[in-house]
């Protein structure tokens, strides 16, 4: 055995799969049907390495195309989705839709965009992420580099909704919905009737402490979680999280929202303050990662919302 080449052949290899897993690696692609995938990004936060899609993705084929649900935190991190969707088609993505405002929601539009996708989202995401543009590629450069950050620009969708759309895609019907603010004001949600399942973006936060920093409102996203609920969704592509039923979704997101409101609502009524709000005993969800960062805050930003209601 000649060793020198052998040593050579174990190192091309090695680069081959290293420089495989340094675009698609963050992304495990799950299969829900032959034709629905949820690719699902890390739980922690936005790195160079994740390129800002430390967030799930719904990818749905079609006869000649792909849908696919919310473009990536950045450029380079839409290029990450489009090699994980190699790994379940050849077909190009036709579509996306942005589900809401935060940026791995459509920070990676440019990319599908410049490739001939058309975008689809509710027109008060869009008039969100137009008023915070500048706010989001400064954050999202800061967190993966710029050197991953190249080519991100804010690119807004072609066709926008108030309250409800429906699309036809090479004969598969999908619903859009707005129906509320989540964890953004625009939060929307897509519904495809021949498999049940309902891609919700960040409404839907699984096996991951969610954060309500934006619209602090609590209330306003129960109600859009129950008029989602009203579906029965067989499957939730959540944004953070693996796909799962609508039991696991309401127990990851919408018990935690309940009880959080009714704990901010009991302290309120006691007179209590922000000290008491921070102090509130959440170890009912400590199986959810990221708790620990985030959810002293929840408790503080749901209790600055409510108290001057
Ligand atoms: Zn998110």
Redesign the pocket.
Known sequence: MNLPNALKSIGLMATLIYSQTAIASSLEVQKISDSVYALVGEMAQRSPQNLGN??THGVVVLKDGVLLIDSGGSYQGAQAIEKAIGSITDKPVKWVVNT?G????WLGNAYFKAKGAVIYAAESAVAYQKAHCEQKLSGMARLIGDDKFKGTQCVYADHTFKEKTTLTLEGETFELYHKGPA?TVGNAFVWMPSTQTAFV??MV?NERAL?IQYTKDVKGWIATFEAMATFNPKTIVP??GHASDLATAKKDTYDYLVFLRDEVTRILNEGGGMIEAGKIDQSRFNYLKELDAIGAKNALWIFEKLEFE
Not at 102 to 105: G, N, P, T
């Open positions: 430390n967030s809401g935060q940026d791995h929601r964890h973006g960040d936060y954060g944004g953070h």
